[in-house]
């Protein structure tokens, strides 16, 4: 599985961004995807994740209530909307893919990431 994620840019505090992880190759609608980001100096963290039918989300609490996610199947495509960002959230944000849903970085395929910036 191939995963391109995109979307990332820079926003002001309180604003908005979706974020895009379009996946090629295998079939994509069998795995799990989870989203993580590595803010400078910092490790990679988990921030959701999505089953493979959708059925099951998971959140960091730490964006409990800014950020949904959800795929699209038609599209090879997971989205991760995130509201209300402040400057906490800048970081590189990655996007990966296995056929066992985790909360850790265990998973077997990796996008490249793509920059958020928050200014104040």
């Known amino acids: 599985v191939q995963l391109q994620a995109s979307g990332g840019g820079l926003v002001q505090a309180g604003g908005s961004l979706r974020l895009s992880c379009a996946a090629s190759g295998r079939t994509f609608s069998n795995y799990a995807v989870g989203w993580f980001r590595q803010a400078p100096g910092k490790e990679r963290e988990f921030v959701a994740a999505i089953n493979w039918n959708g059925a099951r989300r998971y959140f960091a609490d730490s964006v409990k209530g800014r950020f949904t996610i959800s795929r699209d199947s038609a599209k090879n495509t997971v989205y991760l909307q995130m509201n209300d960002l402040s400057p906490e959230d800048t970081a590189v944000y990655y996007c990966?893919?296995?056929?066992?849903?985790?909360?850790?970085?265990?998973?077997?395929?990796w996008g490249q990431g793509t920059l958020v910036t928050v200014s104040s």
């Open positions: 990966a893919a296995d056929e066992i849903l985790s909360l850790t970085t265990s998973y077997d395929y």
